[in-house]
């Protein structure tokens, strides 16, 4: 399978990198992004672009690509909703569109988070915005699309996000995670456990478009290699 992700660099993407990298399912990756991840695999290829609202020229390198990872995103804290929906809902669209039409076949998958209004009139801004992207993807032509809705995400091996506020909260509870993953697999996760369960359903499919926390951890199964 060849996989094609947007927002390697991020908490999430990191993650998804490092699992679809370990994994024998995954013969290559192509990842797509502003600024480079830093790494360097033999199953591994990296385009630094400026610009991702103009990626017709890719096309071209991108028709054969099977799954789509769009882990790219950004914090709604202190946006007005016209510049998050720009960055959240034509950003995502405008890549979609372009690899619905350079290839049709593949399977796009899309991070949003618990608590997405599928109904686009709900009270929190993010909410509003995230379900209505995850409506316009649904609409187009893929062979399948599918909503990861993760709550809570831990992130595993060194991985770390970019966002200082929860790099701070991550390391205050780090004591308590042992016991956050034993008691709530409904609403804890692991960014090893939300790359697996990308690729399982990119390979098999899964039982509902929209997947939460639950059915994240029920589909993922542990890293190849968790050193």
Same mark, same amino acid.
């Given at each position: 399978?060849?996989?094609? #992700?947007? @927002?390697? %660099?991020?908490?999430?993407?990191?993650?998804?990198?490092r699992?679809?990298?370990?994994?024998?399912?995954?013969?290559?990756?192509?990842?797509?992004?502003?600024?480079?991840?830093?790494?360097?695999?033999e199953?591994?290829?990296?385009?630094?672009?400026?610009?991702?609202?103009?990626?017709? +020229?890719?096309?071209?390198?991108?028709?054969? #690509?099977?799954?789509?990872?769009?882990?790219? +995103?950004?914090?709604?804290?202190?946006m007005?909703?016209?510049? =998050?929906?720009?960055?959240?809902?034509?950003?995502?669209?405008?890549v979609?569109?372009?690899?619905?039409?350079?290839?049709?076949?593949?399977?796009? #998958? =899309?991070?949003? @988070?618990?608590? %997405?209004?599928? %109904?686009?009139?709900?009270?929190?801004?993010? !909410?509003?915005?995230?379900?209505?992207?995850?409506?316009a993807?649904m609409?187009?032509?893929f062979?399948?699309? =599918?909503?990861?809705?993760p @709550?809570?995400?831990?992130?595993?091996h060194?991985i770390?996000?970019?966002?200082?506020?929860?790099?701070?909260?991550?390391? !205050?509870t780090?004591?308590?995670?042992?016991?956050?993953?034993?008691?709530g697999?409904?609403?804890? %996760?692991?960014t090893?456990?939300?790359?697996? !369960?990308?690729?399982?359903?990119a390979?098999?499919?899964a039982?509902?478009?929209?997947?939460?926390? !639950?059915?994240?951890?029920?589909?993922?199964?542990?890293?190849?290699?968790?050193a």
């Amino acid at each position: 399978m060849n996989v094609l #992700i947007f @927002g390697a %660099t991020g908490m999430v993407g990191q993650g998804v990198l490092r699992e679809c990298l370990l994994d024998q399912r995954v013969q290559q990756v192509t990842v797509v992004g502003r600024s480079s991840t830093g790494q360097e695999h033999e199953k591994l290829r990296e385009i630094v672009h400026p610009n991702l609202f103009d990626l017709s +020229g890719l096309a071209p390198d991108l028709a054969a #690509i099977d799954a789509c990872f769009f882990c790219l +995103g950004v914090s709604a804290a202190g946006m007005r909703e016209e510049a =998050y929906a720009h960055l959240t809902y034509d950003l995502t669209l405008s890549v979609a569109e372009m690899l619905v039409r350079a290839n049709p076949a593949m399977t796009f #998958i =899309y991070v949003s @988070g618990t608590g %997405t209004d599928s %109904t686009e009139r709900g009270r929190a801004m993010w !909410a509003r915005v995230k379900g209505r992207t995850e409506n316009a993807i649904m609409r187009l032509p893929f062979k399948a699309s =599918y909503m990861f809705r993760p @709550g809570l995400i831990l992130p595993m091996h060194g991985i770390k996000s970019r966002t200082t506020l929860y790099r701070v909260i991550y390391s !205050a509870t780090r004591p308590i995670w042992p016991l956050l993953r034993l008691l709530g697999p409904k609403w804890v %996760t692991t960014t090893e456990r939300v790359g697996n !369960a990308m690729i399982t359903v990119a390979e098999r499919g899964a039982p509902t478009r929209f997947l939460e926390n !639950a059915d994240i951890n029920a589909v993922a199964r542990e890293s190849p290699n968790p050193a």
